[in-house]
């Protein structure tokens, strides 16, 4: 049976403050360190709790001994947290809240607590996510505080290795011919996968895989690593090396993938992301979906970014500059001319974002160290899903804040978690194609699934799911995505 545990309060819960490092308020038995927040830490009970309707360690609960993660993770072990640490700071217009884009760093705290205990001093305890190549990551660090859960363990003798995992960044302050200046990292730790004969693009032809995308990135690295029976990605070493993953997503809605949960926060797992495609170039007609309508200026749009990002990979600034130029100009003309609505595999049409999920995704759960896919999962996968606040609209960059109480914790397949997310929020969880895919491979059911709350058990059809949760997509998914 795939449990979910489900705490909604029908309080608003505030996150804890910085102050006392995210510590619970309440001295529990099991606690190991003496300090204690003053101010409620609703963010710390509602996961030990959750632990705790999810059966770990039932026998030992309220005792000092009591050790739930201990069921999956065992000393010595190394163990890697995920969080969704996106990017530094949230441009949407009215709210720039930053708490409605990444995970916040008491819902770590709280986890990380229950690694130490289950570690007993000995293990590896990695803290880590590739955001996206414009994010400041220390800027981030420092903005959000998670800088605070290092030097609190640290206090105690206690290592938490904080990481990058990105292998190329942007300087978004761009060089005086206006031009991105990209910086690309030495990449020791990414290991390519090839998920082979798994590939959810297996049904591409050559023609379509060469229309595969990833924007702002080298063009040529996309081509390198995809092809006719082959599909690789660069996942980062700790990433393979791990034990147990510790995955930690900020469910939100989507611009290219409808919804991101578990499925998608583990784009962060790869170290270069020019070999994850997001979109194929050209119109539905043509077997593309970066746009809904067939139009000669939109595909000249789109062979003009391509040259952009090739010259602006090169350091050749002044070809770089001429293609900027005209492929604004066609992207402007031509979606006037075809009254084109959707840009860029922006929209409910995007049937490549889903597939490039399920491949990571299967990476995740089936490459071991070396990077080679094997017939049974090579690590635990365990989710807890910061739902306090969520994002909603133009995410998952410029999310507005949406106010949702919720935590949702499971060691389930976290296809099988975003099935019900979707259904939580109020999303055709069959638009986000990866959910049902990932699950007939896994040949989980919606009858395996048991979701749990503090007060009784459900199925997925009978949870009492609540209009309240309901989340409004961005544009190019608004009026289709949305259950009625």
């Given at each position: 049976?795939?449990?979910?545990?489900?705490?909604?309060?029908?309080?608003?819960?505030?996150?804890?403050?910085?102050?006392?490092?995210?510590?619970?308020?309440?001295?529990?038995?099991?606690?190991?360190?003496?300090?204690?927040?003053?101010?409620?830490?609703?963010?710390?009970?509602?996961?030990?709790?959750?632990?705790?309707?999810?059966?770990?360690?039932?026998?030992?609960?309220?005792?000092?001994?009591?050790?739930?993660?201990?069921?999956?993770?065992?000393?010595?072990?190394?163990?890697?947290?995920?969080?969704?640490?996106?990017?530094?700071?949230?441009?949407?217009?009215?709210?720039?809240?930053?708490?409605?884009?990444?995970?916040?760093?008491?819902?770590?705290?709280?986890?990380?607590?229950?690694?130490?205990?289950?570690?007993?001093?000995?293990?590896?305890?990695?803290?880590?996510?590739?955001?996206?190549?414009?994010?400041?990551?220390?800027?981030?660090?420092?903005?959000v505080h998670y800088d605070k859960i290092v030097e609190f363990y640290a206090k105690y003798g206690i290592e938490v290795i904080l990481?990058?995992?990105?292998?190329?960044?942007?300087?978004?302050?761009?060089?005086?011919?206006?031009?991105?200046?990209?910086?690309?990292?030495?990449?020791?730790?990414?290991?390519?996968?090839?998920?082979?004969?798994?590939?959810?693009?297996?049904?591409?032809?050559?023609?379509?895989?060469?229309?595969?995308?990833?924007?702002?990135?080298?063009?040529?690295?996309?081509?390198?690593?995809?092809?006719?029976?082959?599909?690789?990605?660069?996942?980062?070493?700790?990433?393979?090396?791990?034990?147990?993953?510790?995955?930690?997503?900020?469910?939100?809605?989507?611009?290219?993938?409808?919804?991101?949960?578990?499925?998608?926060?583990?784009?962060?797992?790869?170290?270069?992301?020019?070999?994850?495609?997001?979109?194929?170039?050209?119109?539905?007609?043509?077997?593309?979906?970066?746009?809904?309508?067939?139009?000669?200026?939109?595909?000249?749009?789109?062979?003009?970014?391509?040259?952009?990002?090739?010259?602006?990979?090169?350091?050749?600034?002044?070809?770089?500059?001429?293609?900027?130029?005209?492929?604004?100009?066609?992207?402007?003309?031509?979606?006037?001319?075809?009254?084109?609505?959707?840009?860029?595999?922006?929209?409910?049409?995007?049937?490549?974002?889903?597939?490039t999920i399920s491949d990571v995704d299967n990476a995740i759960y089936y490459a071991n160290k070396e990077g080679i896919l094997e017939?049974?999962?090579?690590?635990?996968?365990?989710?807890?899903?910061?739902?306090?606040?969520?994002?909603?609209?133009?995410?998952?960059?410029?999310?507005?804040?949406?106010?949702?109480?919720?935590?949702?914790?499971?060691?389930?397949?976290?296809?099988?978690?975003?099935?019900?997310?979707?259904?939580?929020?109020?999303?055709?969880?069959?638009?986000?194609?990866?959910?049902?895919?990932?699950?007939?491979?896994?040949?989980?059911?919606?009858?395996?699934m048991e979701i749990v709350t503090d007060e009784q058990s459900y199925s997925y059809s009978t949870y009492p799911y609540d209009e309240?949760?309901?989340?409004?997509?961005?544009?190019?998914?608004?009026?289709?995505?949305?259950?009625?």
């Amino acid at each position: 049976m795939e449990k979910i545990y489900v705490s909604r309060s029908s309080e608003a819960v505030q996150y804890p403050a910085e102050d006392c490092w995210y510590s619970p308020s309440v001295c529990y038995p099991e606690y190991q360190f003496e300090c204690i927040a003053k101010e409620d830490n609703k963010i710390y009970d509602i996961i030990r709790e959750g632990l705790y309707r999810l059966g770990y360690d039932s026998e030992n609960y309220g005792k000092k001994e009591w050790n739930p993660l201990g069921r999956i993770i065992k000393p010595g072990g190394v163990i890697l947290l995920k969080p969704n640490w996106v990017m530094h700071e949230n441009p949407e217009e009215q709210y720039h809240d930053i708490d409605c884009l990444v995970t916040h760093p008491s819902l770590i705290r709280a986890v990380m607590d229950y690694v130490v205990i289950a570690l007993k001093g000995k293990g590896k305890i990695i803290l880590a996510d590739a955001p996206m190549a414009q994010c400041h990551f220390d800027e981030l660090m420092q903005k959000v505080h998670y800088d605070k859960i290092v030097e609190f363990y640290a206090k105690y003798g206690i290592e938490v290795i904080l990481k990058d995992l990105r292998g190329c960044t942007f300087d978004d302050n761009e060089n005086k011919l206006g031009v991105n200046n990209v910086t690309v990292l030495e990449d020791s730790e990414g290991v390519i996968v090839d998920v082979g004969k798994m590939s959810a693009f297996n049904e591409y032809t050559r023609k379509e895989i060469d229309k595969l995308k990833a924007p702002k990135l080298d063009p040529l690295k996309m081509k390198e690593h995809h092809t006719v029976g082959k599909h690789e990605y660069s996942i980062h070493r700790d990433i393979l090396e791990a034990d147990v993953i510790i995955n930690l997503p900020k469910p939100k809605s989507h611009r290219k993938a409808g919804m991101t949960a578990c499925c998608k926060n583990f784009i962060g797992a790869n170290v270069r992301k020019d070999l994850l495609p997001h979109l194929t170039y050209g119109s539905k007609q043509e077997h593309g979906d970066a746009y809904q309508k067939r139009n000669i200026l939109l595909a000249l749009s789109n062979a003009c970014n391509e040259k952009y990002d090739y010259y602006t990979f090169r350091n050749k600034n002044r070809s770089a500059v001429l293609f900027r130029v005209l492929k604004g100009f066609f992207r402007r003309v031509g979606m006037k001319a075809a009254k084109e609505t959707f840009w860029e595999g922006s929209w409910y049409g995007n049937d490549t974002m889903w597939r490039t999920i399920s491949d990571v995704d299967n990476a995740i759960y089936y490459a071991n160290k070396e990077g080679i896919l094997e017939g049974k999962r090579c690590r635990t996968v365990f989710s807890v899903c910061d739902m306090i606040i969520s994002g909603e609209k133009e995410g998952p960059l410029c999310p507005s804040p949406k106010r949702l109480n919720t935590i949702i914790m499971s060691e389930s397949h976290i296809a099988c978690i975003d099935k019900f997310i979707c259904r939580y929020i109020w999303f055709d969880d069959l638009l986000v194609k990866n959910i049902d895919y990932l699950m007939e491979q896994e040949k989980i059911t919606t009858g395996d699934m048991e979701i749990v709350t503090d007060e009784q058990s459900y199925s997925y059809s009978t949870y009492p799911y609540d209009e309240g949760t309901r989340l409004q997509a961005g544009y190019g998914w608004h009026g289709y995505i949305e259950l009625k």
